[in-house]
T-cell receptor, first 111, second 114 residues
Framework: DQQVKQNSPSLSVQEGRISILNCDYT??????FLWYKKYPAEGPTFLIS?????DKNEDGRFTVFLNKSAKHLSLHIVPSQPGDSAVYFC??????????FGAGTRLTVKP | EAGVAQSPRYKIIEKRQSVAFWCNPI?????LYWYQQILGQGPKLLIQ????????DSQLPKDRFSAERLKGVDSTLKIQPAKLEDSAVYLC????????????FGNGTRLTVT
């Protein structure tokens, strides 16, 4: 049941450049989307979210874009910093609070 | 605000043994989730509680997994008997009641079944 897909298992970028992480979903009932960041040996931590009534949400260096017609979500990190190196999970929520996760993308930011 | 507490952090058992995990959610969070995360995959929902009632357990392997949240606060997840493929990190999460709010995760319990 792969309702949320992150097709890039890894991404490497140079410090100071933009990181773009992508996510696709199949369930049109999803109405709330989130990005989580995970360091080794820790649980995922919430990063940023967006409601389906919006197409963009910005929080500091992090911006999430939602394209409902394409069922596509992306996270932009500008500028990228070495401390951003982690696994990033895309998640989507239905109105019964059932949250589904993608497989994750490992981001490496090189100094 | 204290976060979601889970114990133990690590557990190693042999196949066919039983194991239990404990979770204490953030105070006031009505909804509690157990997720299983196998290495290289995203978290997979096992069970969702709203207060002390089960909302969704459709992906819980009920022949060997059980979970309870008797007083609507703490929760336990049990596996009996364990199989090799149960090796994973078991994550507990909680959220305020209602949609459009993030889940808050504990640090998980890493289970190794040998």
């Amino acid at each position: 049941d792969q309702q949320v897909k992150q097709n890039s298992p890894s991404l490497s970028v140079q410090e100071g450049r933009i990181s773009i992480l992508n996510c696709d979903y199949t369930n049109s009932m999803f109405d709330y989307f989130l990005w989580y960041k995970k360091y080794p040996a820790e649980g995922p931590t919430f990063l940023i979210s967006i409601s389906s009534i919006k197409d963009k949400n910005e929080d500091g260096r992090f911006t999430v874009f939602l394209n409902k017609s394409a069922k596509h979500l992306s996270l932009h990190i500008v500028p990228s910093q070495p401390g951003d190196s982690a696994v990033y999970f895309c998640a989507a929520n239905t109105n019964n609070n059932d949250m589904r996760f993608g497989a994750g993308t490992r981001l490496t930011v090189k100094p | 605000e204290a976060g979601v507490a889970q114990s133990p952090r690590y557990k190693i058992i042999e196949k066919r043994q039983s194991v239990a995990f404990w979770c204490n959610p953030i105070s006031g969070h009505a909804t509690l989730y157990w997720y299983q995360q196998i290495l290289g995959q995203g978290p997979k929902l096992l069970i969702q509680f709203q207060n002390n009632g089960v909302v969704d357990d459709s992906q819980l392997p009920k022949d060997r997994f059980s979970a309870e949240r008797l007083k609507g606060v703490d929760s336990t997840l049990k596996i009996q008997p364990a199989k090799l493929e149960d090796s994973a990190v078991y994550l507990c999460a909680s959220r305020l009641q209602g949609a459009n709010s993030p889940l808050h995760f504990g640090n998980g319990t890493r289970l190794t079944v040998t």
